[in-house]
């Protein structure tokens, strides 16, 4: 469960089946092109080869249908900024899954193709209104189809960087809502008012305990792109890291978020 509970923010829930299933498409059209060769690359996750990476993504896509399969539960116990702390609760588990799917599919392509057509067909049948039983709780289905856009971006992401020259697009309302959820994420982790956390043009949040902006020009200001701040908030970059390569403009006391990030693992 995370630190604090907030109340989330709305998203759409026909834009985000769009992003979800656009995101999804990009990284299909470009797995589709990748040769043996690149397909056994490594990647920045562990042993993971860009093959387990590409079978992980759509593991991703098809944890919507493995919720749907069991019982529906009686009420919701947790909210949408309660996913980004438990992502790493099963960690050895998922990857077993993904080893194996990864030997079962030695097509990618016509893997990927049953995962889309198995998603919209989902989609099409249960409301977003529907509960699920998932790794954060219980959830409606809506709620956890927006956690599907912060999955394919971070994984996208992870593709371009393990395959020279490969640059799959991200989906601009996608990756819009993976910034906006985790940047809510860090005002629940970091409860308070004395520093603003800019990701323009998606998201601004205040955090961190102490003296609380009222009018002016914040004294604690964190100012990033949404595509470093995901990877700051997956763990795929370091502050330090960010700060020395100008990734981020941070000015004031309370500007260094080094002590609460990565907010996933």
Known sequence: MSPAKK?????DPAKIRTAVLAQFGNVREAVRTLTPEQLALPTRLGEWTVRELVA???????????????????????TLLDWPFATSVSAPAIDAFTRR????????????????????????????????????????????????????????????????GLDIPHDRQ???????LLADALAVKAPGGS???????????????????????????????????????????????????ARVAASGERADLAELLPLMS
């Open 7 to 11: 109340r989330p923010r709305a998203y």
């Open 56 to 78: 992980h993504i759509g593991m991703a896509v098809t944890a919507v249908g493995r919720s749907l399969d069991l019982p529906e539960p009686a009420k919701p116990d947790a």
């Open 101 to 164: 799917l990864s030997a079962e599919h030695p097509d990618l392509d016509a893997y990927l193709a049953g995962v889309e057509q198995g998603l919209v067909a989902q989609l099409d049948t249960h409301p977003g209104s529907r509960l699920l039983e998932t790794n954060a709780g219980a959830l409606p289905l809506a709620d956890y189809l927006v956690t599907r856009t912060v999955e394919l971006v971070v994984h996208t992401d992870d593709l371009n960087a393990a395959v020279p």
């Open 174 to 180: 996608a990756l819009a809502a993976a910034t906006r």
């Open 195 to 245: 520093t603003e956390v800019r990701i323009p043009p998606y998201a601004v949040v205040q955090c961190v305990e102490g003296p609380r902006h009222t009018r002016g020009t914040p004294p604690n200001v964190v100012e990033t792109d949404p595509l470093t701040w995901v990877r700051l908030a997956s763990g795929r970059l370091t502050w330090k890291a960010a700060v020395e390569e």
